[in-house]
């Protein structure tokens, strides 16, 4: 019996760059399929040519035994595919439900929108989602994570035979990830099949049934999941086993850089107060809605409104534009890369080289070669694929995207730096390598944060651990000390105070 979908030997290039090369996958009807690979292995661009976004240059898509083109995205949606993509695609300037029914309105038939019966359908859907946001809400005051919920509710709206998920879940918190699990497994009951693409391993083998593991745009392997175990996928994907120990020992500080001492703001952090030593790794986790984000945004002067007090190096300061936090030696990754974080139409190295162009600067010239060898050393380093450097950053595959990015910024000259989620959709080999560089950063005697979603990541780097619970810090632990288990508890909110 033939699958229910086989792509079979696609090839596609790029500027006469090989990216695919005579790649076959197979998905069968209620399976979740996972789509594994390096940073740039060729995973979006696959999933971009069953979506319809690009053409192959040779192969076939066969769907239920007939033989389809995928000449546009539409095409690929009226064959009941429905997909998620890495880079949020959602229009801030427009309400949630708009955003769902973009394209797709509900129309009675004079023409009139049915705006509170999409309104309804709305809140039914994100009710399922377990996310709590009223339809009429514009996007653009939502967080990240509630973004990506949306793309994933626009997914399920369509009743979509086949569902692809290009890391759905990189902004997402841990429960929310099994709320979408729970759904997903719903959805293959019914039949429905997804193609799952995530950098998240554990994930992978919770929730997929068969893998296909790509490498350099070759298939280089693809099983049922409980075959395999996860030390040896990752062999496949980056040709080596990468280690799970802790990267930081504990060791004797530098004097106090940042203390933050009853900070507050009203409807996001509450009486916030911690201190950061240099050459010390701070995390700070919790779940969406936690206020991370928004405290350390506050810091760095993007939000004017809060009480309390923020001393650097002993000194008050007042913070009230990022200029200011950069002056007095803070430096801030965001967690939003296409919002906040790269120029589109910059190419790689002007984007790597962004915040710190004093470093290449000489007599007010760039020093062009200079750039270069920076950008050659973390090329080499974080396994950076750039077809050219000097193309714009938005043809990078998005985790070498967010290398240039993490690598801009371990050139920066901060003395406190933080990280907001600095491994989003990065690959488990360059994980580590980053991690690494960010512990170098601290035993050079910066200060560091790290702020993320994944307890047990943020475990194996930091010193210290604060966990948020809706605006306040629920617990604290020595890095080595706390457990995941312990740590959900308190981000839940079902265990406070310590
Ligand atoms: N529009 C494009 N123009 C030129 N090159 C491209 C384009 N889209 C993708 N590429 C290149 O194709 C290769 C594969 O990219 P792709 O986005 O498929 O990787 P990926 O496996 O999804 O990686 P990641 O895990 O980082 O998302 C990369 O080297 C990328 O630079
Ligand atoms: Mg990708």
């Not at 040709?239 to 507050?264: I, Q």
């Not at 910059?346 to 162009?357: D, E, F, P, R, T």
Request: glycine share 8%; aromatic share 6%.
């Amino acid at each position: 019996m033939s699958s229910f979908l086989s792509m079979k030997n696609i090839s596609k290039s790029f500027n006469h760059v090989p990216v695919l090369k005579n790649v076959s996958i197979n998905v069968e009807h209620g399976e979740i399929h996972a789509l594994l690979g390096e940073n740039g292995a060729g995973k979006s661009t696959l999933m971009n040519i069953l979506g319809g976004v690009h053409q192959p240059d040779e192969g076939a898509i066969v769907l239920n035994g007939q033989t389809v083109e995928m000449t546009t995205p539409r095409t690929s949606q009226s064959y009941g595919i429905s997909f998620i993509h890495q880079e949020l695609n959602v229009i801030s300037d427009l309400r949630v439900y708009e955003n769902l029914f973009l394209g797709n309105e509900l129309k009675n038939r004079f023409g009139f929108v049915k705006v509170e019966e999409m309104c309804d359908k709305t809140s039914d859907i994100l009710a399922e989602l377990g996310v709590d946001i009223h339809p009429k809400t514009y996007v653009r005051h939502l967080d990240t994570s509630y973004k990506q919920m949306l793309e994933i509710a626009k997914a399920l709206l369509h009743n979509s035979r086949l569902i692809i998920m290009d890391e759905p879940t990189t902004a997402l918190a841990e429960h929310e990830v099994h709320r979408l699990f729970a759904l997903m497994k719903n959805l293959k009951q019914t039949g429905v099949s997804i193609i799952y693409i995530s950098h998240k391993l554990k994930e992978i083998q919770e929730v997929c049934d068969t893998y296909t593991v790509l490498r350099d745009g070759h298939v280089v392997g693809s099983n049922r999941m409980k075959d395999e175990n996860l030390d040896e996928i990752t062999k496949l994907m980056v040709g080596k086993s990468v280690s799970e120990d802790r990267l930081t020992e504990s060791h004797s500080f530098g004097p106090v850089a940042l203390e933050v001492k009853h900070l507050t703001s009203e409807g996001f952090f509450k009486d916030i107060n911690f201190t950061v030593r240099k050459g010390e790794i701070v995390g700070f986790t919790g779940l969406a809605g936690d206020g991370r984000t928004e405290l350390f945004e506050s810091l760095f002067g993007f939000r004017k409104k809060y009480n309390g007090q923020i001393k650097i190096f002993a000194q008050d300061v007042n913070i009230n534009h990022p200029k200011q936090a950069l002056k007095a030696g803070m430096g801030l990754v965001p967690k939003d890369r296409k919002e906040n974080a790269i120029i589109k139409d910059l190419n790689v190295i002007q984007n790597m080289s962004l915040s710190s162009l004093a470093h290449f600067e000489k007599a007010g010239l760039i020093k062009g070669r200079a750039e270069r060898e920076k950008f050659n050393f973390y090329e080499q380093k974080l396994n950076i694929k750039v077809p050219n450097p000097k193309t714009t950053i938005d043809k990078l595959s998005g985790g070498n995207q967010q290398k240039v990015v993490i690598a801009k910024w371990l050139e920066v000259n901060a003395d406190i730096i933080i990280f907001d989620n600095p491994t989003q959709g990065i690959d488990v080999g360059a994980r580590r390598e980053i991690y690494q560089h960010i512990v170098a950063l601290a035993d050079k005697g910066k200060a560091v944060i790290i702020l993320s979603s994944e307890a047990s990541e943020i475990r194996k780097v930091c010193h210290t651990i604060h966990v948020m619970y809706q605006g306040e810090v629920t617990a604290q632990f020595a890095g080595e000390e706390a457990t995941d288990d312990e740590i959900m508890s308190y981000a839940t909110g079902s265990k406070r105070g310590r």
